[in-house]
T-cell receptor, first 112, second 113 residues
Framework: DQQVKQNSPSLSVQEGRISILNCDYT??????FLWYKKYPAEGPTFLISISSIKDKNEDGRFTVFLNKSAKHLSLHIVPSQPGDSAVYFC???????????FGAGTRLTVKP | DVKVTQSSRYLVKRTGEKVFLECVQD?????MFWYRQDPGLGLRLIYFSYDVKMKEKGDIPEGYSVSREKKERFSLILESASTNQTSMYLC????????????FGSGTRLTVV
């Protein structure tokens, strides 16, 4: 029973364009959401997060949007760069829990 | 530079062997986690620990056990390795409870033959 779902296994975009990665969750207890980026042969690294009291968080080229009513969040990367090519994992946790749940990941390819 | 270090990048073990995967963090984090990563399934939580000698089951604990005798070290044990445990294993640590990002190790690619 996956509580965090990323339904697109892959995404390909042209350099300079916008990349939009989507994530859905089922557990209404989740109140903190994160995106991780993973390169081959490396562990995931934290990218950006958002708490449930917000609907948008921006950090440079990366923006995360949260729609609580739809239990949906998205990561926007603009402009996309070839170095952004990686697997992106969506993750969620509840404040009073020690553990985090991850989606299956979306492989982003940014073409020069 | 803070780190989570996993002792092996690649391991090949035989079916039925007892396998130890070691993880050490130097950040004085309370929480440590073991995940496995499989294509199409993402990262699935096996076990976690929020204190020395404490452990909690994650979503897929069957066939695994853990040990945390010291704060900085969290070991994953495959009691009797099976081919369906072939996977990438990722260790992570975090400073406090939910909502804070994890620091991950580089992973151990385990193949059970």
């Amino acid at each position: 029973d996956q509580q965090v779902k990323q339904n697109s296994p892959s995404l390909s975009v042209q350099e300079g364009r916008i990349s939009i990665l989507n994530c859905d969750y089922t557990n209404s207890m989740f109140d903190y959401f994160l995106w991780y980026k993973k390169y081959p042969a490396e562990g995931p690294t934290f990218l950006i997060s958002i708490s449930s009291i917000k609907d948008k968080n921006e950090d440079g080229r990366f923006t995360v949007f949260l729609n609580k009513s739809a239990k949906h969040l998205s990561l926007h990367i603009v402009p996309s760069q070839p170095g952004d090519s990686a697997v992106y994992f969506c993750a969620a946790s509840a404040y009073n829990n020690n553990d985090m749940r991850f989606g299956a990941g979306t492989r982003l390819t940014v073409k020069p | 530079d803070v780190k989570v270090t996993q002792s092996s990048r690649y391991l090949v073990k035989r079916t039925g062997e007892k396998v130890f995967l070691e993880c050490v963090q130097d950040m004085d984090h309370e929480n440590m986690f073991w995940y496995r990563q499989d294509p199409g399934l993402g990262l699935r939580l096996i076990y976690f620990s929020y204190d020395v000698k404490m452990k909690e089951k994650g979503d897929i604990p069957e066939g695994y056990s853990v040990s945390r005798e010291k704060k900085e070290r969290f070991s994953l044990i495959l009691e009797s390795a099976s081919t369906n445990q072939t996977s990438m294993y990722l260790c992570a640590s975090s400073l406090s409870t939910g909502g804070y990002g994890y620091t991950f190790g580089s992973g151990t690619r385990l193949t059970v033959v």
